[in-house]
């Protein structure tokens, strides 16, 4: 889906694509920074996939729009870590 009619779909006007290297150490601060500078309420992408460990940073500071759910600013997600107690 186009993001200018997913955009449409939720209400939203899209102002701007910004594409970044979702892997990259800076990424979520220039994300976070380019969100703030925009005044944005939404990201948005055509999946999760797109933004990978991002959608943590996203919505920490606005609603996150996919073509399968929108994730609301201060979603919770699974911890990324998980620690198993082993046995001796």
């Given at each position: 889906m186009e993001l200018k009619l997913l955009a449409a779909e939720?209400?939203?006007?899209?102002?701007?694509?910004?594409?970044?290297?979702?892997?990259?150490?800076a990424a979520s601060l220039l994300l976070s920074q380019h969100i703030g500078d925009a005044e944005a309420v939404a990201v948005l992408a055509a999946s999760l996939d797109q933004v990978g460990?991002?959608?943590?940073?996203?919505?920490?500071v606005c609603d996150l729009v996919t073509q399968e759910q929108?994730?609301?600013c201060g979603h919770q997600w699974p911890p990324t870590l998980t620690i198993v107690a082993?046995?001796?």
């Open positions: 939720h209400n939203y006007l899209l102002v701007e694509v910004v594409a970044f290297d979702v892997d990259s150490r460990e991002l959608k943590r940073a996203i919505t920490l929108v994730y609301r082993g046995g001796q």
